[in-house]
């Protein structure tokens, strides 16, 4: 029979675009919150991290920004390229209630960069 | 520092099997976490350790699944008996107790049941 798994979100982008990959979380507790990378075939790759007492953090390339009002994160991508083809996964702590560094991940998000 | 070491890469077994995967966390990190990773069901936490203790095992699906952390540097997951159903993609992860928080993952290990 035909298998059905998880349906991700699809961003397709032209190589040079900017990108903006967005997640809603859950929990209003969580006081940090990471974006990972995966390529096909690798483990989630840390990109970039934001304590809640922030709005933006900048680092290479990337921004995220955090709407604790909305609960709502979001990772700009500057000048797509190729290399940033993969499954982008948003992860909060979950503050005191999640404990123990434990992470809560989304479900992820598929960049496609077109050339 | 190496990062997060797994082994094996890759296991094919039959199903009835035992299965033993591998870890390395990264030297100095108090926390190790067992992930498995499917089309169906996406990012599964599976485990935690904390100081080489299991925290929360919540997460483990059946009797089947066992884990253990008997020293600071080295983990294992194992399935006994396997099924076709415990084919998945299976990653280990490793903090510090400092912060921040981030969890560092390794290659992850790619197993199929037969």
């Known amino acids: 029979g035909e298998s059905v798994g998880l349906h991700l979100p699809t961003l397709s982008v032209q190589e040079g675009d900017n990108s903006i990959i967005n997640c809603a979380y859950s929990n209003s507790a969580s006081d940090y919150f990471i974006w990972y990378k995966q390529e096909s075939g690798k483990g989630p790759q840390f990109i970039i991290d934001i304590r809640s007492n922030m709005d933006k953090r900048q680092g290479q390339r990337v921004t995220v920004l955090l709407n604790k009002t909305v609960k709502h994160l979001s990772l700009q991508i500057a000048a797509t390229q190729p290399g940033d083809s993969a499954v982008y996964f948003c992860a909060e702590n979950g503050g005191l209630t999640g404990g123990g560094n434990k992470l809560t991940f989304g479900t992820g998000t598929q960049l496609k960069v077109e050339l | ?114």
Request: overall charge negative; aromatic content about 10%.
């Open chain 2, 1 to 114: 520092d190496a990062g997060v070491i797994q082994s094996p890469r890759h296991e094919v077994t039959e199903m009835g099997q035992e299965v033993t995967l591998r870890c390395k966390p990264i030297s100095g990190h108090d926390y190790l976490f067992w992930y498995r990773q499917t089309m169906m069901r996406g990012l599964e936490l599976l485990i935690y350790f904390n100081n080489n203790v299991p925290i929360d095992d919540s997460g483990m699906p059946e009797d089947r699944f066992s884990a253990k952390m008997p020293n600071a540097s080295f983990s294992t997951l194992k399935i006994q008996p396997s099924e076709p159903r415990d084919s998945a993609v299976y990653f280990c992860a490793s903090s510090s107790m400092i912060p921040p928080e981030t969890q560092y993952f390794g290659p992850g290990t790619r197993l199929l049941v037969l």
